[in-house]
């Protein structure tokens, strides 16, 4: 049996992440925004062609990779399908902040270097592409089709509104436009505003919206590989991914200076010196069995989790029957949720030790009113009856994947205490929200 360890970001990664903000602690307001500028400015410049080859690999489908995830859609189609022949369905380059907005097209006066930032560039379908033009950002409209499917989002004759799942990362690629283009050296000096812009300033709107998509879609993971991969060609960050707050100290007149602690950033949480990450080894038996895990994996795929086993992974489910299947590269369950249980059928057994920091014990869990499989929060053995008093009225029964069993109703409990890294099936009366008691 071996052990996998999976470390979900590494602290010296972190602090020489860290390092590359250090001339900017302890400014605020315009001096912060200028130095900013200073900071990720002068990057290297690549052709418009050899950046599709770069965003073959920042917005590389994590499911799966041959494909790409087109971001107005989120569809995931094959990198080899780009709409060179104007192809509708296939893919093309999208200038987030438009290219007429400040007059950095191919044969505009400020082309180099903003032309072909890949900051600011993303792959889309080539007839949302088309349809969401130079219009601003904003919310409401019509429903945006793309062919006779309906997507998620929303256009008006001056607006255009993305799914909910891309909001922030459209917002602060915009942040990113406007510290990095200020005018000089020949660049644009671009500003988002809280207005309907006019072709051919260089402006954007709406400003009071995209700062609130900032707040309700905070920077995931798939963004922040993003940003670590346009570093790596282009030598300069997004600063707004890397630190959020930026956004609050630049735009919302916030007088407080610009901090650095020594942070490992998981899950979007800021995990600092004096919080202690834990490990949490879970043992998968051969077959069938549930499982789930206190740490906060919330927003991790099923990849993530088990990429370092797969080859002993044959299927995982939910309890609402979807799979991570990797023989054959399904993967329908998406993101690992807090609180939840899951079915996994190993080929033989192994010990994975994830590495992280404790979910809260009372984390809100739903429960649907029929079956689910519960996970467990807590890292101590704790007696069952002790954790579900509180909702004796609505419990029917509890099994774990050894067949025994709380069953309330017959006053039976050969389950015993809880243990952490096992799962549950659980049938309730109604739906509810479920959240494990104190023990301490």
């Known amino acids: 049996m071996k052990k996998i360890l999976l470390l979900l970001y590494l602290p010296l990664m972190i602090s020489a992440q860290n390092s590359y903000y250090n001339t900017c602690v302890g400014l605020s307001g315009l001096m912060l925004k200028e130095e900013l500028h200073n900071v990720i400015n002068d990057h290297s410049v690549y052709s418009y062609s050899q950046v599709k080859e770069i965003l073959k690999e920042s917005d590389e489908d994590p499911n799966n990779s041959e494909n790409i995830i087109l971001v107005y859609t989120g569809n995931s189609i094959n990198k080899l399908d780009f709409a060179s022949n104007s192809q509708q369905d296939f893919w093309n380059r999208e200038h987030v902040w438009p290219k007429s907005h400040g007059d950095f097209g191919p044969s505009g006066i400020f082309s180099t270097p903003a032309f072909t930032d890949v900051h600011n560039l993303k792959p889309s379908d080539a007839s949302v592409n088309s349809l969401r033009s130079d219009k601003d950002f904003d919310v409401g409209g019509v429903i945006v089709m793309n062919g006779d499917v309906e997507t998620e989002c929303f256009s008006t004759s001056l607006t255009f509104e993305p799914r909910d799942e891309v909001k922030g990362d459209i917002a602060r690629i915009i942040f990113y436009m406007d510290v990095r283009y200020e005018g000089g050296s020949s660049e644009p000096d671009l500003s988002p505003v809280d207005y309907t812009t006019n072709y051919p300033d260089p402006e954007i709107g709406i400003l009071s919206t995209l700062l609130s998509w900032h707040v309700e879609d905070p920077p995931d993971l798939f963004e922040q590989n993003r940003n670590d991969v346009i570093y790596s060609w282009q030598g300069n960050r997004n600063p707004f991914i890397d630190f959020p707050q930026l956004v609050d100290l630049i735009y919302n007149n916030n007088s407080d200076s610009f901090q650095i602690n020594e942070c490992v950033d998981l899950n979007n949480n800021n995990i600092c010196d004096d919080i202690d990450l834990i490990d949490h080894s879970i043992i998968l038996d051969s077959g069938w069995s549930l499982f789930s895990t206190y740490i906060d994996v919330n927003e991790l795929t099923i990849q993530n989790i088990f990429s370092q086993i797969e080859d002993n992974v044959i299927i995982v489910k939910d309890e609402d029957g979807n799979v991570y299947w990797p023989e054959y590269n399904l993967n329908s369950i998406g993101e690992f949720s807090i609180g939840k249980g899951y079915q996994i059928k190993m080929s033989e057994s192994d010990e994975l030790v994830i590495n992280g920091v404790k979910s809260p014990y009372n984390y809100s869990i739903s429960l649907s ?47 015993g205490n809880m243990v952490p890294g096992e799962g549950y099936r659980i049938k309730i009366l109604n739906p509810l929200n479920f959240t494990y008691p104190d023990i301490e």
């Open 369 to 415: 009113g029929s079956w689910n499989i519960l996970g467990y929060l807590h890292q101590d053995s704790v007696n069952i009856e002790t954790m579900f008093n509180s909702i004796d009225d609505n419990l029917i029964i509890i099994k774990d994947d050894d067949g025994n069993v709380y069953w309330p109703e017959y006053n039976l409990n050969s389950i």
